[in-house]
């Protein structure tokens, strides 16, 4: 009982702090058939505006996929993008809630779940190309990164970047969908093997369709990596209690056998929920962020 109440005053304080804040917050949905105001993204842009137009990173916040942890895997992260010359948008995906999280009520309202998550991916990708010159970012240059379950979305959206998740909503993009770019840090990956995050999956497939093999062997990513996955940036930690850090060896495996430009850091500590923390995980793992931008430099020249 203690846990849940401590997840519903968790809600409560971020329902009380959203609406006192004033934020850059995108709609995406808005006018369109899906019409749910609670996905948004939220504008992280650099203070000073460069000369030639700034890469982009839409960030995912993990949470299980039931809930966002916002600040610290959300506008954490983008402020420390955008202070390092990079535009950020914190994407407040579709989750299934911390109510269907905590009580039996999600074996009879299933809430949000695939393929939710990556249509709402695949429509802040299509808004900050279609946004590209107002907000100084170059075309060729719009990627995506995730923390935990972001890291899962985030790679989903670099291997199924060929379905348009947009078309059977009415919506017609004039854009790629394809991210040019992708970092999974400690990402839940693997929907079928032993070391799954089984409360990802139950959020991701739904009460009942967790227990379909064929829609668990659909999303375990290191299944599915094209031939054509855009460059990732993998992290993660040894000693994750949370996400088995197998998760992320399976995706290294993946991209290696597919000859994917790619890079993998596996820290021994750190554990898990770090995000762009200065104080949280460990000095070594928070090596993470420097290398990041090592690494956007190097692919983007």
Request: proline letters at 5%; a neutral charge.
């Amino acid at each position: 009982m203690t846990r849940i109440f401590s997840l519903l005053a968790f809600a409560f304080i971020s329902i009380a702090a959203f609406a006192n804040e004033p934020r850059n917050i995108i709609h995406l949905w808005e006018g369109t058939s899906v019409n749910n105001k609670s996905v948004t993204l939220e504008v992280f842009l650099p203070d000073s505006v460069p000369a030639d137009k700034t890469p982009a990173m839409i960030v995912c916040p993990g949470g299980s996929y039931s809930w966002h942890d916002y600040e610290v895997e959300g506008t954490d992260v983008a402020k420390w993008l955008s202070k390092n010359g990079i535009a950020a948008f914190v994407l407040k995906y579709r989750v299934q809630g911390v109510f269907n999280f905590i009580t039996h009520a999600r074996l009879i309202v299933p809430g949000n779940h695939h393929p939710h998550m990556l249509q709402d991916g695949q429509r802040a990708i299509q808004y900050v190309r279609e946004h590209a010159d107002e907000y100084n970012i170059d075309i060729n240059k719009v990627g995506a990164i995730g923390f935990s379950a972001g890291g899962h979305l985030v790679m989903s959206l670099a291997e199924f970047f060929s379905t348009d998740f947009l078309k059977p909503l009415g919506i017609v993009s004039k854009v790629s969908l394809r991210p040019d770019f992708i970092a999974p840090i400690y990402p839940v990956v693997t929907m079928s093997e032993k070391v799954c995050h089984t409360r990802s999956r139950r959020a991701l497939l739904g009460e009942y369709g967790k227990f379909r093999k064929s829609l668990r062997d659909s999303l375990s990513l290191e299944r599915h990596v094209p031939s054509d996955c855009p460059p990732v940036f993998l992290v993660n930690c040894k000693d994750d209690p949370i996400v088995k850090y197998q998760n992320s060896e399976l995706l290294d495996s993946a991209l290696t056998e597919k000859g994917i430009k790619h890079t993998y850091i596996q820290y021994q500590t750190g554990g898990h929920g770090f995000g762009a923390s200065d104080v949280k995980g460990t000095a070594e793992c928070r090596q993470w962020k420097q290398r990041f931008l090592e690494w956007l430099k190097e692919i983007n020249n």
